[in-house]
């Protein structure tokens, strides 16, 4: 079993940064694949990072390219997405998830088996 919790969420200006962790326990994950995805009010889930189980493959949703940056520390078994240049519309929950076996990159929610609680992130203008 797996747990995950996110933490670094919270309320920022536009043109801000923020940066997002998510801390793996119960196993250590460096052998799995990652990812961030988001909920805002009223929508459905949506894809905003993922990365291999190396580390070596990682892919972002066009609206974050450029501004988000997804990394990894296996030593801490945690993982991080730094969020520069914010804008309103990143206004989300903030979810990691991991596949167990899978050796990634995955772009879809149903793809993942473990879920973290989430972080809100809100950005203001």
């Known amino acids: 079993q797996v747990q995950l919790v996110e933490s670094g969420g919270g309320l920022v200006q536009a043109g801000g940064s923020l940066r997002l962790s998510c801390t793996a326990s119960?196993?250590?994950?460096?052998?799995?694949?990652m990812g961030w995805f988001r909920q805002a009010p009223g929508k459905e889930r949506e894809f905003v990072a993922a990365?291999?189980?190396?580390?070596?493959?990682?892919d972002y949703a066009d609206s974050v390219k450029g501004r988000f940056t997804f990394s990894r520390d296996n030593t801490r078994n945690t993982v991080y997405l730094q969020m520069n240049s914010l804008k309103p519309e990143d206004t989300a929950v903030y979810y990691c998830?991991?596949?167990?076996?899978?050796?990634?990159?995955?772009?879809?929610?149903?793809?993942?088996?473990?879920w973290g609680q989430g972080t809100q992130v809100t950005v203001s203008s």
């Open positions: 998830a991991l596949h167990s076996t899978h050796l990634g990159p995955l772009y879809y929610a149903d793809e993942y088996d473990y």
């Open positions: 119960g196993r250590t994950f460096r052998s799995y694949a």
């Open positions: 990365m291999s189980w190396t580390g070596g493959t990682t």
